[in-house]
């Protein structure tokens, strides 16, 4: 106990001090900001660094999910066999209770306006969250995308119609015991990245009476058998899920359909709380079906149905890379502040602050960009421009269109998720060497490990799409025949606007060099085939 002991680095509240996150809110929402955001931020700024919840993060850590299939008696454990721990449970009722879904539709959808772009709000506090989350935000990421693909279908059918509304009440709620999280069941043995070769088979049942669980809830019509392998949010209420329709995964005229499933169903007894699990068993913590569930849209549309899921959870992936990258980032200022090396602070070492530095540029890059495309979901989800006074509105950074909005949303958030994954691990790389020894370690200070920043980061390269997929699929909007070429058009607006912007700014040496580059890219997606193209989309 006697000698040197570092004092330890104390963080500020993200609000006080991420400048980046503050350019962000003061250019994407109003000014001055209602104080009932900016005192919610700063309470949440406070509350994300506050003793229990870096207890819970703790905790989740610790305490790893298991599986109990046996009850004490030897009996198949029918109820839930999945074990999760306290912190974990805390930790997704906050998030749940803080509106981490919510926010993007509670306004909307009761036909209130918001007078800001709620997109914008959800994710500055989703960013706020994002580094003491212990990765609660993927369950809230699925379950964002499962609000959003059953809210286009509140109207298809009477039988599911209900259902649907039902189900999204839940997902969209901030009440903890009513809300459901929910999964997204697409991997399987055969392929994550390409989802053709799915083994799932669903089967319409003609005895309706199948459909319900014995309290009379109803359960779906179709059967679904299979065998999932990656299942990110298993104790979950409901999932999204496809499976093969038309009669067998092996047949030619079998297609690719999406479903809505509840995971839980009611089991005989009056409690309204007790359930077990729908006909599914987990093994190894891997899905095995033989559950129920609704069909989504038409039969073959899956793909095309869950991409309105991709769309958004890529959307939080992103900002879970620069939230994470940001925290790193926060961890390392407050490091410098402390620590010194040859007499001298870090906080004055030019060598460390030039480190630091080119680190910040880049978060800061990356934060524009994927607040940029943030915008440009609640825009496409009906916030109009009208609604709000915030710098970007005024100064048409923004498209104005709706066919521009869509074509950009769809053809930067790939390459954001690629990129944004990619920095925030490189980033939080730099990060932890940044605190020399300490930050290697899974040390016992939560808010101050960037290790575990480091290593769930690493994920997020993984799911939603790999990066060379994400690149794939880049090529494959921008070669989709004449849409394709439509998209390629508001693209280049977009790039020669920024370009021009970039000039404006006296960035003349950092516009020409971006210029070179873009018209190349430019050029090679207009004049080459998809099958040239495609290994090079990683570099594009
Ligand atoms: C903490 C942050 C949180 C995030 C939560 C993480 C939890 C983890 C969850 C997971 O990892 S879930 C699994 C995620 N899996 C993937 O992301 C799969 C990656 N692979 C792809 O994205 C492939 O490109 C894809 C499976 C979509 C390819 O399948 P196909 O059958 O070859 O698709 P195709 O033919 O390109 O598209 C079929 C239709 O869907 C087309 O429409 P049309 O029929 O009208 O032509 C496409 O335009 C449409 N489509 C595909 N992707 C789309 C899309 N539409 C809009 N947006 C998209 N992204
Ligand atoms: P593969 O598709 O076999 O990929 C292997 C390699 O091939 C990769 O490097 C990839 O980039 C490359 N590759 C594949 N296709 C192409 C191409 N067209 N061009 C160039 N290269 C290509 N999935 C779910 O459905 N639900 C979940 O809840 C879920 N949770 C997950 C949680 C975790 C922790 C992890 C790690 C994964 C999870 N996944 C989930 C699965 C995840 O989405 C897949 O792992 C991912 O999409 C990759 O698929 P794969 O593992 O089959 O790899």
Sequence with gaps: TKGFFQLKPTIPPQYLEDRALLRIISLYLPTPLPSTISSDLLRFSKLVLSKPVLGYIADAEKNLPYLKPLTSFGEENRDDPLVTSEGWRRLQEIGIEEGIVALAYEKNSNGEKAGWNPRIHQFVKYHIWSGSSAIVTCPSAMTDGAAKLLGKHLHDDPETNEIFAHARERLISRQNGFAWTSGQWMTERKGGS???????????????????????????????????????????????????????????????????????????????????????????????????????????????????????????????????????????????????????????????????????????????????????????????????????????????????????????????????????????????????????LENEDPDLNIARLFRDANVLAIWEGTTDVMADDFVRVVKRGKDGMKILAVFEGWVGNSLRVAEGAGLKAEAAKLKNTAERVLMDLRGKEKEELAWRGREY
């Design 194 to 440: 390409d989802v053709r070769g799915t083994e799932t088979i669903a089967v319409k049942l003609n005895d309706a009476t199948d459909g319900y669980d014995t309290n009379g809830q109803p359960l779906g019509p179709w059967r679904i058998d299979g065998f999932k392998w990656f299942s990110s949010a298993t104790d979950a209420n409901m999932t999204i899920l496809l499976a093969k329709t038309g009669g067998g995964s092996d047949r030619k005229d079998s297609q690719i359909s999406a479903f809505y499933a509840p995971l839980r169903r009611r089991a005989n007894g009056s409690d309204e709380n007790q359930t077990e699990l729908n006909g599914i068993r987990i093994q190894r913590l891997k899905n095995k079906l033989g559950m129920r569930g609704y069909l989504i849209g038409k039969e073959g549309q899956g793909v095309k149905e869950i991409s309105h899921i991709l769309n958004i959870t890529r959307m939080q992936n992103i900002i879970s890379a620069v939230g994470a990258y940001g925290r790193g980032l926060a961890i390392s200022r407050a490091f410098a502040r402390v620590r010194s090396v040859s007499g001298k602070l870090l906080s004055d070492v030019s060598a460390h602050v030039r480190g630091l530095a080119q680190e910040h540029v880049n978060y800061t890059a990356h934060m524009h960009l994927s607040y940029f495309i943030a915008a440009l979901l609640g825009r496409s989800e009906g916030f109009e421009p009208g609604d709000d006074t915030s710098a970007a509105t005024s100064s048409g950074i923004l498209p104005k269109t709706m066919e521009e909005i869509n074509a950009l949303y769809r053809l930067l958030t790939p390459i954001a998720k690629a990129q944004t994954a990619l920095s925030a691990i490189s980033g939080l790389r730099s990060c932890m060497e940044s605190l020399g020894g300490v930050g290697y």
